[in-house]
């Protein structure tokens, strides 16, 4: 089946401590998506890969950065964990941005839940 | 992004009840998402909305676009305790790749 797949499923960093999380998809998707979830709170977009255009919300902390190497693998690295990271971490995928169209529904994966000790 | 009124809150039903849940923006979206999302997952894409006043269904699931643009529900008909789950809208305007969010309604279901 094709899905977007997120490895680990949990991480425990310490605080400070650089930590990489991954999603990779099988569905093709132009479009990746990095969001932080945290308790009770809607997902909040954090930044998007289109191919490899980089496109970085106004309000994400420069401790948050990303890579995608390929159209399959997407990478959120924090630099320097504090506790108020300590968050779901979701990787979501879609084919691209056209109005009003199956373009822009987003697919997500089953999420990085995030430890900051 | 812009944070949708999404109501209710939160939903305490019996099983068999019909569920009705909406969200509202000050803005006009060109897409309406539905999501449920259940406790350590990623959110599941319901039901996908593209045009006003469209009126979609699947299985015991029918979700709306408002004829305004500014506007969807989702219903669940004959709710089953595997329901149970926290349920977000997203609308996705003309503006950019972000989905706005709704707070989400949380669904317990008791047998």
């Known amino acids: 089946d094709a899905m977007v797949i997120q490895n680990p499923r949990y991480q425990v960093t310490q605080f400070g401590k650089p930590v990489t999380l991954s999603c990779s998809q099988t569905l093709n998707h132009n479009v990746m998506y990095w969001y932080q979830q945290k308790s009770s709170q809607a997902p909040k977009l954090l930044f998007h890969y289109y191919d490899k255009d980089f496109n970085n919300e106004a309000d994400t902390p420069d401790n948050f950065q990303s890579r995608r190497p390929n159209t399959s693998f997407c990478f959120l690295d924090i630099r320097s964990p504090g506790l108020g990271d300590a968050a779901m971490y979701l990787c979501?995928?879609?084919?691209?941005?056209?109005?009003?169209?199956?373009?822009?529904?987003?697919?997500f994966g089953p999420g990085t839940r995030l430890t900051v000790l | 992004g812009q944070q949708l009124n999404q109501s209710p809150q939160s939903m305490f039903i019996q099983e068999g009840e019909d569920v009705s849940m909406n969200c509202t923006s000050s803005s006009i979206f060109n897409t309406w998402l539905w999501y449920k999302q259940e406790p350590g997952e990623g959110p599941v894409l319901l039901i996908a909305?593209?045009?006003?006043?469209e009126l979609t269904s699947n299985g015991r699931l029918t979700a709306q676009f408002g004829i305004t643009r500014k506007d969807s529900f989702l219903n669940i008909s004959a709710s089953i305790p595997s329901d149970v789950g926290i349920y977000f809208c997203?609308?996705?305007?003309?503006?950019?790749?972000?989905?706005?969010f709704g707070k989400g309604t949380s669904l317990l279901v008791t047998p």
């Open positions: 979501a995928t879609s084919r691209g941005l056209l109005a009003a169209s199956s373009y822009n529904e987003q697919f």
């Open positions: 909305l593209y045009k006003a006043g």
């Open positions: 997203a609308g996705l305007s003309n503006s950019g790749y972000a989905l706005n």
